[in-house]
């Protein structure tokens, strides 16, 4: 297994979730960590609760300069980074395709799908030219399982699915890895986010369901991420014991 302290490790969506329980998980195990995002007050307190082996960086992914110049001026030691989780993202609405808001769609396409695209392509030459790195995406049972109300946010993720095989295509044995992060159901705010502040709403989704935590996917990718360099996990998908697929369904008259 790798020595989680010879990892740089870079967080987008690290204010909260998957991503701030992937910081967690890392700088306990001594890592130095990355954490981006938006909200400026979560990144400096994970900086003040976790010390100094963490680099607070304010960024909106879905600004492609901002997105370049954020990796191009991070200080060392961190400049050297070694692990991108490219894991910022949101479902917004869950209504069908013909009432969902334009603008809805219009904000998951920019985050989920340009938003990684600018991640990646904004870190990823640094890693090839050093001949040490790892991507690794946050795609969702979502890109392979259809849903009703999933429309535009399940083919987000299914992008991410095969942007992320389609990576590994390019960049196998160039000293890179890439990970896509597939989990279904995880208690962190994204029903929150996706219900507009709707906490009952929100609530209800992971209600008896004993939904995956933040914690338990960190955990995912902390494995990917330490075993040893010559390993590459394509994916990983995971669900909460209690969840399974869809049946067929037949709407009848
Ligand atoms: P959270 O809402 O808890 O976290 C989302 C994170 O994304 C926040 O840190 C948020 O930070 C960040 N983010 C959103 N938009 C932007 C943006 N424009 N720029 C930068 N950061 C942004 O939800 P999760 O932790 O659950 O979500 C993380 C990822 O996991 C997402 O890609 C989601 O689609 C995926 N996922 C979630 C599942 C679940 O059931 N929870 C299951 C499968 C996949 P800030 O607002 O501070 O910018
Ligand atoms: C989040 C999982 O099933 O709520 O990607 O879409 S699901």
Known sequence: MLDPRSLTVVVTGATSGIGEATVRRFAAAGALVVVMGRRKDRL??????LGEHILPVELD???AAATEAAFASLPAPFADYN??????GLALGLEPAQQASLSNWDTMVETNINGMLYTVRAS???MVARKQGHVVLTGSIAGEFPYPGANVYGATKAFVKQFSLNL?????GTGVR???IEPGLVETEFSMVRFEGDAGRARKVYAGAEPMTGADIAEQVFFACTLPRHVNINR????PSRQTFGNMTVRRD
């Open 236 to 239: 990983i998908q995971a669900m």
């Open 168 to 172: 590994w295509a390019d960049v196998a």
């Open 61 to 63: 992914v879905r600004d």
């Open 83 to 88: 692990v991108v989780f490219a894991n910022a």
């Open 124 to 126: 990823l030459p640094a």
């Open 178 to 180: 890439v990970t896509n």
């Open 44 to 49: 400096q307190a994970l900086r003040d609760e």
